[in-house]
Each structure stands twice: as structure tokens, then as C-alpha cells.
């Protein structure tokens, strides 16, 4: 008996749109590239712009142009007044704060992770609410407190007002990361013969440090960027770069090429700390976004 074939209609592979799916991921690929592109230029442009006005000549500074000859005349400018010394301050008052409040707040973010004790959950909580308190609220104790004890006007005292709200920070970011580090390392430290502090330095610091170096990060920034307490607690002498910059708005008329030199030197170190430690900021901000 014969056999009978019968044709079925079917699309070949011939016929379909040729690299179809091999455009389509260019597009997306291409597509986020253009996205994140865009996205960086509007957060960037405040800041380009004042590195723009900060080379820029004053004569020309309100000129349409955005081709111009550089020159450092706002940044000479600057750096023959007293600012330079506030940029000092500023420095050292944002490193001291940031190191005394890692000194103390790891410790105390490990021991809170670490150790049961009544009522461990509410401390962790008493700690987060003396960040949520607005710093108007604290403005007039502290100055009549470091009138009396003859902090006004100093480094030292500075930074210790930047440590009461940094404090907080560091222990609530941390005990995130040492949640995340593994007790059985600790316990196989405690085997070996090590003690708890010794398994802290270690064993769990080492593995927590891309959470110290986020935590300094935002440290430093909050407490570099800080004017508010800068203008209420100091005069002449703990003068910090943010409230320089303010004496640059006079009555007679705003310099703004100080003004802009000035914003784009007190950025410069922000950035430049961040980049040293941007491995260990990206490490540190992602930890914890994916658990077993």
C-alpha cells in the first residue's frame, strides 16, 4: 500500500526577521547604557557646573560662553585669605569625629549583636532616636554646655557634637554587618584558644571591614558637610569650610568665584576618599542585600 505524505504548512527559520533577538538585546543593552548616561549627567551637573565657574574669569562668569580661557585666579584668591585654615578645621574636626565615633560605636554595635541582655532591643532603639531629633533641638544646650566648660570655639568640641549623631550611625550600620559575619567562626576561635576581644580583632573586624569603610565614609561626609553647628559653637579659631564660604556673601556684593572655588575644594576631598575606598563602599553598602 502506498504511503501518502502529507505536507504540512510550518514556518521555515528562513522566514523569521534575521538576528531579531541579537538586535533586540543591543537595543536593551545600549538602551540602560543611554539611561545610566543621562542619569549620570543630571546628578553630576551641579557639580560640573561649579567646577566650571570655578575656572572661570570673573569678568566672564556671567557670560553665556562656554568656552573660555581657565584660570586660577578664584582659587589664588582664595587661598591668600583665611580660608585655608578653615579647610584645615574642616579636616581635622571630620577625621577626629569619624574615628572616635568608629572607636566607640563598633565595639558597641558588636556587643549588641553579639551579647543577650534585657533589654538590648530597646537600647538599639534609644540609640536611633537621638538621630531622628532635629539638631535645633540640642542647639541651645550645647552652646550654653560649651560656654560652661569652655569648649566654644574649638576643634576638639566640634567634634564631639559630630560624634552624637554619627554614634548612631555607625552602631546601627554595623550591627547589620555582624549580623551578617557567621557565629561559627567566633566559636572556632573560642576552640582555638582565643578569648572574645581576640576573636573580634580577628576574626569578625576583618570580615566586617567593607562595613567600617562604608560607615567612615558616611561618617566623614555628614560630618564635613555639617554648617549648621559649625555656625552655632564656633567664632574664629574652629571655623569650618561650609561657614567660610558664607562669609564670601557680603553686602557689598557676592564673590562668587571664591565661592565657587571654595564649594569645588570642599567637594574635592569627599570625592577623593570615597574613590580610595570605593571597593570597599560598593562591598559595604550591598552586604546583606542577598541572604541564604
Known sequence: MASTEIALPHRHLEDAPAGSGARAGWLRRHGRAAAALVLLAVALFPFLWLVHLAFKPAADLFEDRLLFV????????????????????????????????????????????????????????????????PPIAFTIPFFLAYRWLGLQDTLFGLALVY????????????????????????????????????????????????????????????????????????????????VAIVNFLQYEGWEWSKIAAGGTLVMFPVVVFTVLVRKYLVQGLTAGGVKD
Do not use: K
Not at 112 to 121: K, M
Not at 226 to 237: E, G, P
Open 163 to 242: 560624634l552624637t549623631f554619627n554614634l548612631a550611625i555607625v552602631i546601627w550600620l554595623m550591627q547589620t554587618f555582624f549580623e551578617a559575619v557567621p557565629t561559627a567562626l567566633e566559636e572556632a576561635a573560642y576552640i582555638d584558644g582565643c578569648g572574645v576581644w581576640q576573636a573580634f580583632w580577628r576574626i569578625t573586624l576583618p570580615l566586617a571591614a567593607p562595613g567600617v569603610a562604608a560607615t567612615a565614609v558616611l561618617c566623614f561626609i555628614f560630618a564635613w558637610n555639617d554648617f549648621f553647628y559649625a555656625l552655632i559653637l564656633t567664632r574664629t579659631q574652629a571655623v569650618t569650610a561650609p
Open 70 to 133: 581657565p584660570t586660577l585666579d578664584g582659587f589664588r584668591a582664595l587661598l591668600q585669605g583665611s580660608f585655608l585654615r578653615s579647610f584645615l578645621n574642616s579636616l581635622a574636626v571630620s577625621t577626629l569625629s569619624t574615628a572616635m565615633s568608629l572607636a566607640i560605636g563598633v565595639p558597641a554595635a558588636y556587643a549588641l549583636t553579639r551579647w543577650q541582655f534585657p533589654g538590648r532591643r530597646h537600647v538599639a532603639l534609644w540609640i536611633l532616636v537621638t538621630r531622628m531629633a
